[in-house]
T-cell receptor, first 114, second 111 residues
Framework: DVKVTQSSRYLVKRTGEKVFLECVQD?????MFWYRQDPGLGLRLIYF???????EKGDIPEGYSVSREKKERFSLILESASTNQTSMYLC?????????????FGPGTRLTVL | SQQGEEDPQALSIQEGENATMNCSYK?????LQWYRQNSGRGLVHLIL?????REKHSGRLRVTLDTSKKSSSLLITASRAADTASYFC???????????FGTGTRLKVLA
């Protein structure tokens, strides 16, 4: 059974903390994505990676960075968490040919920044 | 603005009825996909329809695509309480890595 897993389902952090969200996929997919989901705004792409050590900014990269040192793992980093980063974070992966393949999503991490 | 916009935003029906939700988009696409999200969970892929296809079926799901109107519809027949979820369309177009998601339709199926 194919799987995308995320390190935490729920996370509570304080303003200014550095936060790591981790995502692991076991499907040998080339592409991995980080989205945030907010009510009324749908899913917005934060970052995308198409290969190890390769990344592209999405629509809302400010305040975030990413790391992909291994093919199966894609990490999202909040350098200094702020309250406006309270959200649901979703990781996804897909085969290489972007736009032609379905995305597989993890269960999500609900992050609260106090 | 969002590439995909779902309509209606919310839908409430009785078990056994059909549910129809629509998606409109703005630019030419390679394909359009529908996803389901149960409350507080990740998204699950339902069906993909390519730009050269007009209709596709998967079990109780029927998807249509009208590229001239830049719109798609998802029909769930004989709905069940377990179909209660949010449904999103996602569009993908050539020359980009992005899937653009709409804001979703919240479907509630009453037993």
């Amino acid at each position: 059974d194919v799987k995308v897993t995320q390190s935490s389902r729920y996370l509570v952090k304080r303003t200014g903390e550095k936060v790591f969200l981790e995502c692991v996929q076991d499907m040998d997919h080339e592409n991995m994505f980080w989205y945030r989901q907010d009510p009324g705004l749908g899913l917005r792409l934060i970052y995308f990676s198409y290969d190890v050590k390769m990344k592209e900014k999405g629509d809302i990269p400010e305040g975030y960075s990413v790391s992909r040192e291994k093919k199966e793992r894609f990490s999202l980093i909040l350098e200094s968490a702020s309250t406006n980063q309270t959200s649901m974070y979703l990781c996804a992966s897909s085969l290489k040919r972007v736009g032609y393949n379905e995305q597989f999503f993890g269960p999500g991490t609900r992050l609260t920044v106090l | 603005s969002q590439q995909g916009e779902e309509d209606p935003q919310a839908l409430s029906i009785q078990e056994g009825e059909n549910a129809t939700m629509n998606c409109s988009y703005k630019t030419s696409i390679n394909n359009l996909q529908w996803y389901r999200q149960n409350s507080g969970r990740g998204l699950v892929h339902l069906i993909l329809i390519r730009s050269n296809e007009r209709e596709k079926h998967s079990g109780r799901l029927r998807v249509t695509l009208d590229t001239s109107k830049k719109s798609s519809s998802l029909l769930i027949t004989a709905s069940r309480a377990a179909d209660t979820a949010s449904y999103f369309c996602a569009t993908a177009f050539s020359g980009t890595y992005k899937y653009i998601f709409g804001t979703g339709t919240r479907l509630k199926v009453l037993a």
